[in-house]
């Protein structure tokens, strides 16, 4: 019997709030800031040191991935960043006609630019990565999606292993940029806003392949830092455990501590929010994920 999928409650601020301010302080132009790798990684240095973070991430923003697909992007300002722009498809056929995310071309590009400077400076990247439900909420009216889901999975399926190509292109090219850290999540992909029937069939048929493959491609080299509304979609549904990291007992480490420790041991984490990275956690009590092998499927009925 499958379990509830609880929704993990977002009580945190958004990134933008940590570098109000930074950009100004440190000569920092919009939107160039945002589009020139160079800058990126100035503000991400400028944002670690003010916030006292271990790591440094990037980008500053959900947007970068459907622009990259076409979306039309507003760059904002020095305290509001990029926001997608209206949608660019009326039909989910018309998903299928956008070009690939090219990793070589665009914001994408000087994202990658922006790691491997701060890789090779010595920081630990950490870079966030949205998946394909919101993606596809900068691209086209989200109701067409889920009317999809229920009335035409063959050609959703066709839309999400597009989407899922694009972001392995993406991930790969990050780990060869220098990342050791990506932050995978799709925060409309919840309960509220899919439903419970939806979301189960979503995790299954999707998110947990699309993961699988990417423990497989990335073959441990980068930690994949889940948002926890997915995780909890994958135990809710009986995809993925959770398994102690095995850090020293009787210490209270960062969940950042978790991350870096994890990383090159397991494919995942993902019990807490990024933005929680400086709460202390009984060392017992950080896990890694462990996704659902695929020949567990077949004894199920």
Known sequence: MVGEI???????????????GVVKAYNLTVPEVYKDGEQMAELARAVKRTTNDGVVYLPFDHAVEAEALG??????????GPRTSGYICDKLEEILDLGTLDTKK??????????RILAEQGETVVLEVVGPITILNGLIDL??????????PELMEKVFRKIEDDLSS???A?????????????AIATVPIMGPRVLKNYTEMN????????????EHKALILLCP???YALEGTESASYKPLGMHQGTHPTYEDGWLFAIGKFGFMGQMCIKAGKRRVPAEKLYGIILKDEGDEDHEQ
Do not use: H, W
């Open 207 to 218: 998110v947990l392949p699309f993961l699988r493959r990417m423990e497989s491609e990335l």
């Open 229 to 231: 509304k997915t995780a």
């Open 170 to 172: 993406y991930m790969q």
């Open 174 to 186: 990050a780990v060869a940029a220098g990342v050791k850290i990506i932050s995978y999540g799709d």
């Open 106 to 115: 665009g914001r994408p590009a000087q994202v990658l630019n922006a790691c």
């Open 71 to 80: 979306a039309v992007v507003n760059y904002g300002s020095e305290t509001v």
């Open 143 to 152: 109701r067409a999606v889920f009317k999809g889901m229920r009335k035409n």
């Open 6 to 20: 609880k929704d993990y409650p977002c009580s945190y601020g958004t990134k933008e709030e940590s570098i109000v």
